[in-house]
């Protein structure tokens, strides 16, 4: 049991993984246009977008490097593949799966074109995870839930309020909110999002 618990990794990716996928049901054909907390992108896009970041992090998990791993993020102008709704939800499940093994967090990977620690590397996948899965929630008009922990993980990436974030980093300057702010409306405004953003607000 002890030996278990040193090498379990640090976090459960599945949670995050399954909320996300959870979503997909309800996302219709007029959906697919509709807005998203990430400014100029539809949700089309944000999908698409899903699909390749799930691929390059379960590569990175596994230390396959190459093409999925080497391109830089991106969101704008993203097509989303036909066929999204079977593949997506098993790209999530095998991404989660990758990052359930204590190997995908040790040593140095790539992600994004970026060389990280495998330890940052999942604790980026995972804020992937969390953030995108509130992107789709709140454009499709859905509630969204995080685990704690996933949520504290993700304010420790994201830079702190009054700091700007470093050059390159696809997130904009913390929204401030109350101290007391609930822990996913902390998060979410850390990563430059408005936590009451709705579609057509």
Do not use: Y
């Not at 990758?98 to 790539?110: D, H, K, Y």
């Amino acid at each position: 049991m002890d030996n278990e618990t040193k090498t379990a990794p640090p976090q459960d990716l599945a949670p995050a993984a399954r909320q996300l996928a959870g979503l997909l049901d309800a996302v219709d054909g007029p959906l697919l246009s509709a807005p998203t907390p990430c400014p100029g992108v539809p949700v089309s896009a944000l999908l698409a977008h899903i699909g390749g970041l799930a691929v390059a992090f379960r590569d990175a998990a596994h230390k396959e490097l190459g093409a999925t791993t080497d391109t830089a993020p991106s969101v704008e102008g993203m097509v989303l593949a036909e066929g999204w709704r079977d593949t997506l939800p098993r790209a999530l499940d095998a991404m989660a799966t990758a990052w359930r093994s204590p190997e995908a967090w040790q040593g140095m990977t790539r992600a994004g074109s970026v060389d990280l620690p495998g330890q940052v590397a999942g604790m980026v996948a995972l804020n992937e995870l969390v953030l995108h899965g509130w992107d789709l929630a709140r454009a499709t008009g859905q509630p969204f839930r995080a685990e704690e922990a996933h949520l504290e993980s993700t304010l420790a990436l994201l830079a702190e309020p009054g700091d700007s974030p470093p050059a390159g980093s696809p997130f904009g300057p913390p929204v401030p909110v109350p101290d007391d702010a609930p822990l996913l409306d902390r998060a979410v405004a850390r990563s430059g999002r408005r936590p009451d953003w709705r579609p057509g607000g």
